[in-house]
Every structure is written in C-alpha cells, then in structure tokens.
C-alpha cells in the first residue's frame, strides 16, 4: 500500500501550484477543510509522535525546524521569523514543507509552506476561538495587520457570524492594505486610532504583531473577551500585558513549546488551564460562562502542519497539480547503489 502512495515519485509543489488550487476549490473551502481536519486530529491527538520543535535563535530572527509523525505519514517543515525583514522587501514568515510515507520513509510531497503556514495557523485559531469565545460573538478585533491576518478574518468568519472588524496598526500603510483587500472579501473594517480602542471594542480580539513588550493592557479589556495572541513565538517577543493572563482561562497548543516561545513564558506553567487538544477532544471544558476571559495562546505546532500538507497532497494529486521530481535512486538491485555512479 506504502509502495503504491509512493508509486510516481515525490511532488514538488511550487506557490503556482497553491494559487491555482485555492483558485480551483476557493479559499473559504480549503480553510473550512483545515478547521475540520484539524478538529478531527486534535481529537486523535494521542496517535502522533508530538515533539518540541527545534529553534535556532538570532538577534534577527529565528529558523526552527518541526517534525511530526503518524504511522502513516510524517511531517517536517523549516520556517523562519524575522521581524524585520518587510523593511527590505521580505515576508517576515517563510517555511517549506515536507510529507514522507511512514512505512517506506519516501518522500512523498515538498510544498511551498509559506501560503499554507498562514491558512493553518489562521484555522487553527478559528478552531480555538470555536470553543472558547461566546457563541454570539460578531465584533472581531485585529491588531497587526501585517501578511497574517485577513487569513485570520476569514477564519476567524467561519466559526462565528461576525458583523463588525475592528483593525489597528502602526504601520498605517499596512492598516489600508488590509482594509482594501477585506473589501475584496465583502468584509468591511472599521479603522481605529489605537489599540486600545479596537481592544475595548471586540468581543474577540486577535493580535499578531511583532510586539516584544505590551500591545494590550489588562485594563484595557473587557469580561467576556477570547484573545488569540498569535504574534508571540520566540523568548521575549510577547504582546499581552501579564496582568492579563493571570486573570484568563489559558490554552496552549504544547506546553512545552509554549512556555519557551508563548505568552506564558511570563507567567509560568501554572497558569495554563489547557492543552487545545484536551478541549477538541472534550477531557476539559472550553468556555464556562460569558464572564470569564479566554486566551489561545499560539505559537504554531508541527501537527497542523501535517494536516494540511496531508490535504493539500490530496488536493493537488487529485487535480493533476504539482510536478514529479526525481529524488531517489532508481534502481533494479537496492543493494547496488554505486552502480549509479559507476
């Protein structure tokens, strides 16, 4: 069976690849499919080989490499953060993806992981915010306004009926990009002066900057509120004053890795009340009461990545999509490899 997923040679999906498969399926279908499928392993939670990821830290940045394993298939993926990099005219968040086949360990798929880093995170927090923000919820607020977060309107849209987006950014070029481009998504933005304002204003509110102090003080918030804090993913870039924490209902994705590169590192283990598996899957409840304040505290996990390149893998075999690389030897006699060179 192994051999024959195998069969055909390992796809190279390239970013014209993605494009022409969002333009095919549409966007809004493949983020409802990743909140779907990610809803479904984070129930299975306990059938992967879960590991810290490993991150090499630098005064400009980070490149971390996270790896994932099923019996059926494995994940890895190298991906950067470099805060400054939109100064000189690059993404701050690039990554690659790969898919092996457990069994024969083959390479099945290398993608572009940039565009699918951005889908998956975005629906992994609309998975978050399906069970821990009020069910009435409609006023989303958004600060930072950088590559991430129209994903994150519209995912965020898919799991409650949002009629109101509040957004902020410092960069105020960034700020009418993002109004712009939600029009095109029949969203309409209300531009604040501050992020106090969009703070006290949203009934969830997201912030994905690249903060390494306080974009949000604790009186700044309301009962009531689910935060997503997904700007925070390295020592020391945090964006919720702790003040905020020490009052909130807490889930993390991995511990572990939270409390090296997520807003607990300053507040301690003692303050999360969750892993987000634990509340898919229903051992631990998500909101209580409409009072209480919840925060997902986001710093990415391998697991998601494993889920959409396992869909995208899928998608693109099934669309014909993607072009075959030759990657391992060919050979009659696997036990005469020098025969190639020879």
């Given amino acids: 069976m192994s051999f024959d997923r195998y069969h055909g040679g390992c796809l190279l999906v390239e970013v014209s690849d993605v494009r022409e498969l969002v333009s095919r399926v549409g966007l809004t279908y493949l983020m409802d499919e990743c909140i779907e499928n990610l809803r479904e392993a984070f129930k299975n939670w306990k059938r992967f080989r879960i590991v810290k990821r ?91 306004t950088g590559a991430q977060s129209e994903f994150l309107c519209l995912a965020i849209s898919r799991v409650r009926s949002i009629d109101r987006i509040l957004a902020y950014d410092i960069d105020r070029r960034a700020l009418e990009k993002f109004r712009k481009n939600l029009k095109r998504m029949d969203f309409n933005v209300e531009r604040c002066s501050s992020s106090k304002e969009v703070a006290q204003g949203s009934d969830i509110l997201t912030t994905a900057t690249t903060c390494r102090g306080r974009a949000v003080l604790a009186d700044w918030i309301p009962e009531g509120v689910h935060i997503n804090a997904i700007g925070g993913d390295a020592p020391g870039k945090t964006e919720l004053d702790p003040a905020i924490l020490k009052r909130a209902k807490i889930v993390v994705e991995y511990k572990e890795q939270a409390l090296v590169e997520g807003e607990v590192q300053n507040v301690g283990e003692e303050c999360i009340y969750a892993e987000l598996w634990e509340v898919v899957a229903g051992l631990k409840k998500g909101r209580e009461n409409r009072e209480e304040v919840t925060v997902f505290d986001s710093v990415g996990f391998a697991l998601e990545d494993l889920v959409i390149l396992k869909m995208v893998y899928k998608l693109v075999k099934k669309l014909n999509l993607g072009r075959e690389v030759n990657l391992i030897p060919g050979l009659a006699d696997p036990k005469n490899l020098i025969e190639l060179l020879l």
């Fill in 54 to 144: 490993t991150s090499f830290y630098y005064p400009f940045g980070v490149v971390e490499i996270m790896p994932v394993c099923s019996k059926e298939y494995c994940a890895i993926k190298i991906v950067n953060g470099h805060p400054s990099n939109p100064e000189r005219g690059l993404l701050s968040v690039v990554a690659t993806g790969m898919l092996i086949d457990v069994p024969t360990g083959y390479p099945l798929m290398i993608s572009e992981a940039t565009l699918l880093t951005a889908i998956r995170t975005a629906a992994t927090t609309a998975l978050a915010t399906d069970y821990l923000s009020r069910k009435d919820s409609i006023n989303l607020g958004i600060i930072g």
